[in-house]
């Protein structure tokens, strides 16, 4: 179970495990050359047995430190939520067709994750290159170039914020003005060394290396602990088992008609179409996890009641964002009246027969 205390040897806690493995060491250290096997003594005599097993069981009364707990603090917090719908409507003023190009749809991927590399990388090979005289004009080109890509970065990124669910957009919120707070104090450093203040510009460099810093950390907390414009369908062809799996009578499915149906505890959205055809694809959005199987049929494509992202039924492409990956497609067959349904087999699959 996790969490607890493993145990082995008949329920003796891994740390006694650890220290008695560490006292059978001492006849191999004394068979060892001289030299070396007074440095190893040395060494493994330096740690009492104690520490050492403690530090090799896991606490059950460990807690969220004070950063995981600030990060919890900012998701719940409502202080700024009067801004989250006024800001949204404004990154939605934007055309669709534009705001796919700034999710990456055509990349596969958000592509606010790869372009945050510019600014960043330049800003902390500046940082780098100040700390040398002869390297300060170049830092300062760098400084500039930093300044460059900030723009089109922050414009991916609001076009995924806008996106996302409000514990997600409140962290964002923070997170944008960290990067907004840097992107002002890099400015100011680049005004003061071409007006020649190199000791003021280097001093505003680093001021804004630490708050592109604390923005980064936001964002890697919205990406890998709020899963935000991660794809959230990915695992479901994986964790369906391979074979035909039965979802029920052909009758059971009206024509042009979204149903949800169950298969290894994971929601697909079938949809029988004219001829008695049936597509079958993953039920959660790849983008946010919405239920497609609520959202309406548009054509030969469905579209997500969440946010509007647009899937083709036949394969799952993603026809239309925010979505930058598609969704989960299965094989279908009607045998015997009943609708069955099963993973796509990969090439592998194919190859292996």
């Not at 409507?89 to 592509?111: I, K, Y």
Request: positive net charge; charged residues 15%; hydrophobic residues 45%.
């Amino acid at each position: 179970m996790r969490g607890a205390v493993s145990t082995a040897g008949g329920g003796v806690p891994n740390g006694m495990v650890f220290t008695e493995r560490f006292a059978r060491l001492v006849p191999a250290v004394k068979a060892a050359p001289p030299a070396l096997a007074r440095s190893l003594a040395r060494t493994l005599t330096s740690f009492p047995r104690s520490s050492l097993a403690s530090s090799f069981t896991p606490s059950l009364t460990a807690e969220p430190g004070r950063l995981l707990s600030s990060m919890a603090a900012l998701e719940s917090s409502t202080r700024a939520d009067a801004l989250l719908g006024p800001l949204r409507q404004a990154v939605h003023t934007v055309p669709s067709e534009t705001r796919d190009v700034l999710h990456g749809r055509w990349l596969g991927h958000p592509a606010h994750p790869a372009l945050v590399h510019v600014p960043l990388g330049a800003w902390i090979s500046a940082a780098v290159l100040d700390l040398f005289p002869g390297g300060r004009k170049s830092a300062g080109t760098l400084v500039a170039l930093g300044l460059a890509g900030a723009v089109p970065t922050a414009a991916t990124g609001w076009a995924d914020w806008a996106e996302l669910r409000k514990p997600q957009m409140r962290v964002g919120l923070v997170h944008a003005a960290a990067n907004s707070l840097a992107v002002t104090l890099y400015a100011a450093s680049l005004s003061a060394r071409l007006r020649g203040r190199g000791l003021r510009g280097r001093g505003l460099g680093y001021a804004g290396l630490a708050a592109v810093s604390l923005g980064g950390a936001l964002g890697g907390h919205l990406s890998y602990r709020l899963a935000a414009s991660v794809n959230h369908a990915e695992e479901v062809t994986a964790v369906v088992t391979p074979g035909w799996h039965p979802v029920g009578d052909l009758g059971d499915f009206p024509l042009g008609c979204p149903v949800r149906r169950v298969v290894d505890d994971e929601p697909l959205l079938i949809v029988r179409v004219a001829n008695d055809r049936v597509h079958a694809l993953a039920d959660r959005c790849s983008h946010m996890s919405g239920p497609l199987s609520e959202g309406e049929l548009e054509g030969s494509c469905v579209r997500c009641p969440w946010h509007g992202s647009l899937f083709r039924l036949s394969d799952g492409w993603n026809v239309g964002g925010p979505a930058t990956a598609p969704q989960p497609a299965f094989e279908t067959r009607v045998s015997g009246g009943v609708v069955e349904v099963r993973p796509r087999r990969t090439s592998e699959d194919l190859a292996a027969g």
